[in-house]
């Protein structure tokens, strides 16, 4: 059963920007267990493992991965249970399936993710 549905992807010119959003299933999550999980955004390119690229905590911190920091900010809003991700002055190897999951991430959350191509 997919809980976590991604979209916003597709294809943008180097240097450009995009925006993904993430819904959890209120009917799964509800507002009050959302409000308090630790979520956060992974990538997936071919040939490549997933990696944690972004995180967000319950009380809005965030962390990034050395390599989007600076042109990624992570964002949540409870009362939608929704995730986004901001990505600014992409690049070529930013390419790649993007999911967003708790973290640690659950199986059971996984969606299809939503594909991300930066090509010229």
């Known amino acids: 059963q997919v809980q976590l549905v991604e979209s916003g992807g597709g294809l943008v010119h180097p240097g450009g920007s995009q925006r993904l959003s993430c819904a959890a299933s209120?009917?799964?999550?509800?507002?009050?267990?959302?409000?308090?999980?630790?979520l956060g955004w992974y990538r997936q390119a071919p040939g490549n493992q997933r990696e944690l690229v972004a995180a967000i905590s319950p009380d809005g911190s965030t962390n990034y991965t050395d390599s989007v920091k600076g042109r990624f900010t992570i964002s949540r809003d409870n009362a939608k249970t929704m995730v986004y991700r901001q990505m600014n002055n992409l690049k070529p190897e930013d390419t790649a399936v993007y999911y967003c999951n708790a973290v640690p991430y659950a199986d059971r959350y996984w969606g299809q993710g939503t594909q991300v191509t930066v090509s010229s």
């Open positions: 209120r009917y799964i999550f509800g507002i009050t267990v959302f409000s308090i999980k630790h």
